[in-house]
């Protein structure tokens, strides 16, 4: 078909050209394909040809036809490619000539050689490389290489295509010279952070049908520039630490990121705060980015801290945040006691709740830790009481008393609630001041005193005495005597209380027989005001003195004496005298009372015979004796000096019965008579040998109370019915034990004449 219509147009260009035939062959056709009839275009018949030895004449060119002289037909002798033959010139055309002999006959010849689209564009650069910076500003052109096509016309190069057009655009520059440039146009800027490579694909394409093309790749180097500031990755940080956190303590690593690169990326860190101090408490690491502790926090100070920090690149940019530390309270403070105000004293009257200090108490730390709670030593009367939020009172809680405890030494312990807890205390000593609330007592309830009558007057009888348990003018006791009357008489003209000491003087001279004792009564009352007072009752007893004698009362004394009838005159020496006769009743007083009242009856020889000892003398006077203040020791020695006599007289008797028994048997033996019994005869008392008067006077004293009669018999029944015998002079027992042997040797001796007995009282001594 495509033979056929180039076939066509060569035939038709015969029709135009006498002497002269032109044709039109595409080139590429393969050898022995046809290009022309040229007998028939000549109209030259075959045998012409034959014998015109008709032949081609093609010169220097190579030869592409040939003749074929039978069949009167020029054909393809060699592939024709019309880019080897012509390059670029249009058109292209094979000039030749076709001679013949017998005539010589000249036919011009022209071929001309149509181009086919047998080229693509190409490149001749594998690829293409760019770097361009991303700071490149739009607009900027880069000139690519060009793509060629050997094809010449609608075959030819026809345009170009670039493939991603995000960043540049494609632009075509027609040259002066009639050429063309292709050049890439930058309308986004490029991101090296966003992309730093790219590749776009640059595509030429010709005109031919079927269309041809060609590629190359533009590879783009994205350059860094310095166009990204260091950013953090948080616009704050938050930490805590505890204020006591040591130096060197790791707290935070903060983080900055530069997308930029190498040196551009590099980020230095530092800290940007102006506030003085705080480069001293915290340090960056230049690199890393750790902060660290260098100083010493103190919540109590400062409870956060703002660091500002900055991170810096290399290429100068920088970018910047804050950390935000919390200091965390510990409980490194202990409570402060503030004593605002504090008595020194406080009577001991005062009514409960009485305040006597304010206190305020703070602890610098905060919560738990700064929680204060505060005691007192546990054994005080007092109590502390939170008034208002820190404010503390210490106010009395029992009744003090300064008789008890007169100072106080109240300690306060305050604690706080932290882990561990700390505390303070401080002390103050209170002195508890006196009120007057005791009243002077007296060492005894009642005192008795005794005084012996007949005293000088001013004598100091005793002292009494009072304390006082308050203090000072409060504890001073003045005695005074109170105001009564004995008799009619008052109290002050008998006795005086010395108001300092208590000294009770008496002020006159007592009389027993007058006056036996009186009671007053002492007020002790100290000085305070109001006093306070107490009394006592003082008992003064009168003692006896003798100062009194007996007076006999009956019978009456008139000088004669009434009892001497009593005793018959013919009486003998040992005479006795039936117990219990009443010889006479004698009554005598005396104005003294105990055993100076006690009157003592004795009989007084009066005459100068031998005296007539009556056994016993009983005195019915009896009533106002008291044996009890008999003296004692006399009557020891009484009872010793009658044992002793009474042994010596039993074994005297012992001996001197056995003595004549012995003799009675002797003489019975040798004369064989029978003497009469000696009768026996108790022992009586005589003078010592007998004979003559006695000078003195015998005083025999008989103590006798009604109730004591019976003891007192044991003094007079020790001598078995024996008269007592009281020697005064004491001779000797041998003596005694001699005249009774002389008694009893002479029976038969006559009476003494009977003495006449007067009494005499016995003033006994106290
Ligand atoms: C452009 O390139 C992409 C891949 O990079 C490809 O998918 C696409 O077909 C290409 N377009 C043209 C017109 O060449
Ligand atoms: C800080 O105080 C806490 C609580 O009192 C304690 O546990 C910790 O050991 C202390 N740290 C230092 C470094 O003293
Ligand atoms: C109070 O303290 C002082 C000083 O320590 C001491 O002398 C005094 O005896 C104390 N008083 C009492 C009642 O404990
Ligand atoms: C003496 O004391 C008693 C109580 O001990 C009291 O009843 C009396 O009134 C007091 N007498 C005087 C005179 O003060």
Redesign the pocket.
Known sequence: MRWQVVLFFSMLSLFYVLGQVSYSVPEEMSKGSLVGNIAQDLGLDLKRLKTGKARLHVGNSAEYIELNKERGLLLIKERIDREALCKQTTPCALHFQMILENPIEFYRITVEIKDINDNAPIFKMKDMVFEISESAVKGSTFILEKALDSDVGINGLKSY?L??TDNFALKLNDNTDGGTEVEMVLEKPLDREKEDHLTL?L?AVDGGEPQLSGTVQIHITVLDVNDNAPVFTHSTYKSSLMENSSKGTPLITVTAIDKDQGANGLVTYSISNNIEGILDLFEIHETSGEVRLIGNVDYETSKHYQLKIKAKDHGGLSGSSKIMFDITDVNDNSPIIDLMSATQSVLEDSILKTVVAVMNVHDADSDDNGVVKCFLSEDVPFNIESTANGFYSIVTDSDLDRERASEYNITVTCSDEGLPSLSSSVTLTLQISDVNDNAPVFERTSYEAYIVENNTPGLSIFTVKATDADWNQNARVSYILEGSSINGVPVSSYVSVSADSGVIHTLRSFDYEQIKDFQFRVKAQDGGSPPLSSNVTVKIVVQDQNDNPPQILYPVQTGGSLVAEMVPRSADVGYLVTKGTVLCTVTATDADEGSNGKVMYSITNTLDDVPVIFPEVLSEFTDYIQDKEYNDNLTFYLVLALAVVSFLFITCLVVIISVKIYRWRQSRILYHSSLPVIPYYPPRYSDTLGTGALPHVYNYEVCRTTDSRKSDCKFGRAGSQNVLIMDPSSTGTMQRVQSEKIILDEPDSPCPPSPVASLSPYRSQT
């Open positions: 295509l493939n991603r694909t595509t």
